[in-house]
């Protein structure tokens, strides 16, 4: 499969193209970014053609990997599409409805296939454990917590001036993740019951879910660095058990996700970390935002 790269930020270079790059059912082409400089060093790095025309790269590769912020990735995505090329998506799909819809709607028409990369579904500690729950059922509760270190006073990460993190928060950032192990193993979410904000970008928030557990989330960026890391706890009728550690970097998952690309495009089988899929975690996350907001006036 030929594919090409949109974007030359920090996680492209960290993760997409080395991702790309080795793995060996596919053939990377090249580099695009809103950047031409950038996208020539990136494509320099590993030995590929930096593209000035985002269509030139779309009309010589089968698929792209996107690693933009989401209104951009949104957008391209759905030309990407249009064009015939298979999607590699990063969380979140978009941030809002209309957007993602518009997104699901290019790839069905064209007949491609997407995936979104969730990082913990494509880990392969992380993906087993979340298959095992899932289909172990009789869940009642689940406690999510992702806290990153991205705008915390100790912060040194690459990731701390992205403008589209810094506007939108732990919300939309680190939200995706946790919804991507909450849901298929208690099921889409009924309503949001609650969310209000904590310190810094923090946002608590409460689901219902249509399993009928119940789940509560605790999501920031602004933690100290002491405090970082993810985890999931689960409780019912089997007793309790928490999300493991995965050992994988998020270049091996990024893999992993081409990986599931590759079959979905060959098979004709939509991932479970499709588009559509990715557009229903859009339209949770905007029911939150939209009852933060109403909390805040």
Known sequence: MRIGLLGTGPWAGMAHAPALNEHPGLDF????????????????????????????????????????PPAVQADL??????????????KPLATTVEQGRAVVEAAREAGVASVVFFTTRFVTETAVWINEQAGAGGWFTARAQWLGALFGSDSDSPFADSPWRQEQGALWDVGPHALSVLLPILGDVRRVAAAAPGPGDTVQMVLDHAGGASSSLTLSLSAPAAAAGAGVELRGEYGVTVLPEGTEGAVTALVHAADAL????????????????????????VEAEALLESNAR
């Open 29 to 68: 082409v090249g580099v695009w970014g809103r950047r031409p400089d950038a996208a020539k060093t990136l494509a320099d790095q590993f030995g590929v053609r930096a593209y000035d025309d985002v269509d030139a790269l779309f009309a010589d590769v089968d698929a792209v990997a996107v690693a933009l």
């Open 77 to 90: 995505a759905v030309r990407a599409a249009r064009a015939g090329c298979h999607l590699l998506l990063d």
């Open 262 to 285: 590759i079959d979905a495009a060959r098979t004709g089988e939509p991932h479970a970390c499709d588009a559509a899929f990715a557009l229903r975690v859009t339209e949770i996350l």
